[in-house]
């Protein structure tokens, strides 16, 4: 009996490829010229897809697939991926949580520190020789005893707070639903905003979250406040992040997602108070190769079995 087909789309290691060739007959999606006449010949034959959170798996690629029963997703974030058409037709989405948190959790207080410290500044000040011309560099904010909201208390948000616990602040949070923590739960958003000196967004991307972080918030924090976006850059409104920033309305932005990735607008290039990172927040060799291992591994239970190791919520009933 033949290799079920497995389409590939992005990138994978030789050790990912090195335990999947001899499960799956393995096709590239970035060598397809002509999605038509490629699944004419050969779509019917591909039961699995592994993808990442970037690319997911288009539509039309969705529906050139009649046979599909397993998506294995690179990343822990899953909105490219359309679960309700998965669900609706039987097909398994999974991802790869928690073997990131704590890298996440760790760049989230990259962004603080290098933001709150004036990082940016400080470094070329030292660099440039005007430590020797001009004097010391200016002052900067200590990360200690600050009031940090946390939009998303998942996982990841829960590592990010166990994380902060060094800096000894006084953890908020905004969830769809209260959670049984031990930290004040605020049910607006703007008002936990208005009561946060920085914002860290942790949420998960899609529709439901949309823009969520918006002018009236990003106000709220205000112009000595500093938002962090470690999740989807879907999350915040660029236009008004980049308006806050712009009349001082905000004091500081630490981000790792953007809208248009991997474009980011000239404007927050050019702010000052800005500390960008091109979404690098669980890129370590240690953290990228734990899930590369979760992704085969869900690929790998789904043939022996039919099941699939860390389903998303949406298809975990399948």
């Known amino acids: 009996m033949s290799n079920p087909g497995l389409l590939k789309i992005g990138g994978a290691t030789e050790k990912m490829m090195s335990r999947l ?15 038509d006449a490629w699944a004419s010949e050969h779509g019917a034959s591909v039961e699995a897809v592994m993808t990442n959170g970037h690319d997911g798996v288009p539509p039309a690629v969705m529906a050139a697939l009649p046979n599909l029963k397993a998506v294995s997703g690179y990343g822990v974030g ?11 037709r039987g097909i398994k989405v999974s991802h790869t949580p928690n073997v990131l948190n704590g890298e996440v959790a760790n760049t989230t207080l990259l962004l603080l520190l290098a933001g709150l410290r004036n990082f940016r500044h400080d470094e070329a000040w030292a660099r440039s020789g005007d430590w020797e011309a001009k004097g010391n560099a200016p002052l900067s904010n200590s990360p200690d005893g600050k009031t940090i909201g946390i939009l998303g208390l998942g996982r990841i948000g829960q590592e990010i707070a166990d994380r902060l616990s060094v800096f000894n602040p006084t953890i908020v949070y905004h969830t769809r639903t209260k959670k049984d923590v031990p930290y004040k739960y605020y049910a607006d958003l703007v008002e936990m905003a208005k009561a946060c000196d920085v914002l860290v967004c942790i949420t998960p991307g899609g ?40 009349s001082g309305k905000l004091g500081l932005a630490g981000l790792d997602v953007f809208e248009r990735e991997p474009h980011i607008p000239d404007a927050l290039k050019a702010s000052d108070r800005t500390v960008l990172l091109p979404h690098v ?37 399948l």
């Open 281 to 317: 927040g669980s890129a370590t060799h240690e953290t990228r190769a734990a899930m590369g291992a979760l992704t085969v591994d869900n690929l790998l239970q789904w043939k022996a079995d039919g099941s699939m190791k860390t389903p998303v919520p949406e298809c975990a009933h």
């Open 21 to 35: 060739t001899p499960e799956f007959t393995i096709h590239e999606f970035s060598e397809i010229s002509d999605m």
């Open 78 to 88: 899953y909105d490219a991926v359309d679960t309700d058409a998965c669900v609706a």
């Open 207 to 246: 529709p439901s979250t949309s823009k969520i972080v918006n002018k009236d918030v990003l106000e709220a924090l205000g112009p000595k406040g500093m938002l962090i976006n470690v999740s989807r850059g879907s999350v915040v409104d660029e236009d008004a992040l980049i308006a806050a920033l712009d």
